[in-house]
Nanobody, 127 residues
Framework: EVQLMESGGGSVEAGGSLSLSCKAL?????????MAWFRQSPGKEREGVAA????????LYAASVKGRFTVTQDYAAHTVSLQMNNLKSEDTAVYYC???????????????????WGQGTQVTVAS
């Protein structure tokens, strides 16, 4: 059984930085993994934040975080990380990592149905 273990998150003042990491434990498949970060704040729908697809042309970011967040991956270690800089109060949310085995590009990373999800980690930015 595959489990995604998230780490990082916490509380920070506006303008500060936090980093998140997510590792897929127990994955033994031969296919590469598409890796993504989503977030959800109270009263809002879950939204895609950043993603890396092994068959894509580069990292994908939501417009609201582009230039502030950086997603990186270690495919061999099945790990995806999210560096968040210049955080704003509107970045406050529970952040979830998601991963899925793929053999082609397929669905848009922010819209695809992921097989594996992390437990979520709280990020709070004080204004």
């Amino acid at each position: 059984e595959v489990q995604l273990m998230e780490s990082g998150g916490g509380s920070v003042e506006a303008g500060g930085s936090l980093s998140l990491s997510c590792k897929a434990l127990g994955y033994t498949g031969s296919s590469s993994l598409v890796m993504a970060w989503f977030r959800q704040s109270p009263g809002k729908e879950r939204e895609g934040v950043a993603a890396i697809h092994p068959y894509g042309s580069g990292p994908l970011y939501a417009a609201s975080v582009k230039g502030r967040f950086t997603v990186t991956q270690d495919y061999a270690a099945h790990t995806v990380s999210l560096q968040m800089n210049n955080l704003k109060s509107e970045d406050t949310a529970v952040y979830y990592c998601a991963e899925d085995a793929v053999c082609m590009y397929g669905a848009y990373p922010f819209l695809r149905r992921y097989s594996y999800w992390g437990q979520g980690t709280q990020v709070t930015v004080a204004s």
